[in-house]
């Protein structure tokens, strides 16, 4: 049986975080960062059976063309992350009465929609992309015990060799977009390799006030090429859902709007109904 402290629950007997059980979890699953996107999603479905609001975990379930679908806002970065795919994981393979891991495992088919900045100045603002593949420079998966595949541990075997980081910065890592949503969710979109990072500013090759500890990081970022895929975007969270979710036994997809040109440095204020349209390709494909 899993500990009290370990399996952390709310006093309804839901995740602790994400206020879900597996009654109200569907197998198809939508992540976004901002709580306040989940509202776009309800007017598109035809019914919500579902919903919670914890910090800034809003989860919504209910059907769209008649499918079972979960929307749930994250948060950002790859810590959010780590509790929103252990608590998924949870809901769906734990009985959080009994406290023991099912027998039967149930698959979860998680797609991320989110917004990312573009290091390639022909991939600009409004553009969708599809991560085929993630370069996690934030370290998280390293703190699980994990085998890559033999193309993803050649994929960051040459990142290291490509990229000059310093030795106090966290082992990079190499995860791949689930094929079968990549074919079916990411059908007629770029696809690119992408990187996750830790932060916003100095992690993205942001300068403010206080310099980056690395000047060229966004140009060693965006030469970096593999299986005929360059290195296209920066977000914060992909690299964490692709990793523990292949450790989890999901399926796994990230689509982002790129409202951030940085070779250009354009950014799109306004990308609203953008935005509705990728949900709706999205869901489109995911659900059918």
């Not at 100045?121 to 703190?143: F, I, K, T, W």
């Not at 193309?151 to 060799?161: H, N, R, S, T, V």
Request: charge should be negative; proline fraction near 4%; charged fraction near 20%.
């Amino acid at each position: 049986m899993i500990k009290d402290s370990e399996l952390v629950l709310s006093p309804d007997g839901t995740l602790y975080h994400i206020h879900l059980t597996a009654d109200t979890l569907a197998d198809n699953v939508v992540l976004v960062g901002d709580p306040g996107r989940v509202e776009m999603f309800k007017p598109m479905m035809d019914a919500i059976t579902y919903e919670s609001y914890n910090r800034e975990m809003h989860a919504v379930t209910g059907t769209y063309h008649g499918s079972p679908l979960t929307v749930l806002s994250t948060g950002m970065g790859c810590d959010n992350i780590d509790i929103v795919m252990s608590e998924l994981d949870a809901a769906a393979n734990i009985d959080l009465q009994s406290r023991q891991p099912r027998q039967e495992h149930r698959s979860l088919r998680i797609v991320r929609i989110g917004t990312c900045g573009s290091l390639q100045a022909e991939v600009g603002v409004g553009s969708l992309v599809a991560s085929r593949y993630v370069v996690g420079l934030d370290g998280l998966l390293n703190y699980y015990a994990h085998e890559a595949s033999q193309l993803e541990e050649g994929m960051a075997q040459a990142f290291a060799g490509h990229v000059r980081f310093p030795g106090n910065w966290a082992k990079p890592y190499c995860a791949s977009a689930s094929k079968e949503l990549f074919d079916r969710v990411g059908e007629g979109m770029a696809p690119v390799i992408t990187a996750t990072a830790p932060g916003f500013y100095a992690p993205q090759g942001r300068h403010l006030r206080i310099a980056p500890a690395v000047a060229d990081l966004n140009e060693q970022l965006s030469s970096f090429a593999w299986d005929g895929l360059k290195l296209v975007n920066l977000e914060m969270e992909t690299s964490a859902i692709y990793g523990l979710s292949s450790v989890m036994g999901h399926q796994a997809l990230t689509v982002c709007l790129v409202i951030a040109n940085r070779p250009t440095g354009t950014f799109l204020n306004d990308y609203h109904d953008q935005m509705r349209g990728a949900i709706t390709r999205v869901l489109d494909a995911l659900c059918r």
